[in-house]
C-alpha cells in the first residue's frame, strides 16, 4: 500500500537553513503537501506542490519534488524559534496518507 | 470560532468503557475524516466519510466506530476501549472537489484508556 517516511527529528540552530526530507511511495498522487503541528494544535497546510513541478518557493519556504525517486523535501531559510514544529509530509488524491512526521528543534 | 471543533478536548478512562468522541464543523465540506496520532507514527486513517451517507474504513478501523449525523457532525466511538488506544485523536474535514485536498484540523481529543 502507500507509504510516506519521514525521519523523527531535526535539530538545526537558529538562523541555519532547515531541510526536512521525505520519501513516498505512491507515484499517482496528484499533489503533495507539507502540513504544520504546533504543540497542542492540530496539523494545518504549510505548502504543496502539484505532481508535475519540481519545485515551489514561498517566502522562507522551498519545496522539491524529484519524482523519479519518489523524493520530497521542504526547506525553511533562515530559521526562527517559531519553526519549532512537527512537520508532516502528506500525499494523496481524496484520500491522504501522511508521514510520521518530523519533529524541528532549534537551538540558540 | 473554530471551524472545526472536538469534544472533550481530553478523556481519561477505564478498559472495558464505551467512549464517544465528538467533532462538529461549520466549514459546509462535505467530506470528514477521523486520525489517530501516536507518537512515532504520525497519523492513521480510521475512518472517513465523503457525505451524510457514506463511510468507509481507514487503514486501522478495527475497535472503533463511528456516525455521520449530519453534514456537519462525524462522532467516533470505542465501543470497549483497550489501553492501546491511548492516542491523539483527530477530526478533519475537505471541501469535495477543490484542488488540492487540503484538510482542515480539529484541536484534538487526548484519550487515555487505564
Known amino acids: 500500500g502507500e507509504d510516506v517516511e519521514q525521519s523523527l527529528f531535526l535539530s538545526v540552530r537558529e538562523g541555519d537553513s532547515s531541510v526536512i526530507n521525505c520519501t513516498y511511495t505512491d507515484s499517482s498522487s496528484t499533489y503533495l503537501y507539507w502540513y504544520k503541528q504546533e504543540p497542542g494544535a492540530g496539523l494545518q497546510l504549510l505548502t504543496y506542490i502539484f505532481s508535475n513541478m519540481d519545485m515551489k518557493q514561498d517566502q522562507r519556504l522551498t519545496v522539491l519534488l524529484n519524482k523519479k525517486d519518489k523524493h520530497l523535501s521542504l526547506r525553511i531559510a533562515d530559521t526562527q524559534t517559531g519553526d519549532s514544529a512537527i512537520y508532516f509530509c502528506?500525499?494523496?488524491?481524496?484520500?491522504?496518507?501522511f508521514g510520521s512526521g518530523t519533529r524541528l528543534s532549534i537551538r540558540p | 470560532d473554530a471551524d472545526v471543533t472536538q469534544t472533550p478536548r481530553n478523556r481519561i478512562t477505564k478498559t472495558g468503557k464505551r467512549i464517544m468522541l465528538e467533532c462538529s464543523q461549520t466549514?459546509?465540506?462535505?467530506?470528514m475524516y477521523w486520525y489517530r496520532q501516536d507518537p512515532g507514527l504520525g497519523l492513521r486513517l480510521i475512518y472517513y466519510s465523503f457525505d451524510v451517507k457514506d463511510i468507509n474504513k481507514g487503514e486501522i478501523s478495527d475497535g472503533y466506530s463511528v456516525s455521520r449525523q449530519a453534514q456537519a457532525k462525524f462522532s467516533l466511538s470505542l465501543e470497549s476501549a483497550i489501553p492501546n488506544q491511548t492516542a491523539l485523536y483527530f477530526c478533519?474535514?475537505?471541501?469535495?472537489?477543490?484542488?488540492?485536498?487540503?484538510?482542515?484540523f480539529g484541536p484534538g481529543t487526548r484519550l487515555t484508556v487505564l
Open positions: 502528506a500525499e494523496g488524491t481524496s484520500k491522504i496518507i
Open positions: 478533519a474535514t475537505s471541501d469535495l472537489g477543490t484542488n488540492p485536498n487540503e484538510q482542515f
Open positions: 466549514k459546509g465540506h462535505d467530506r
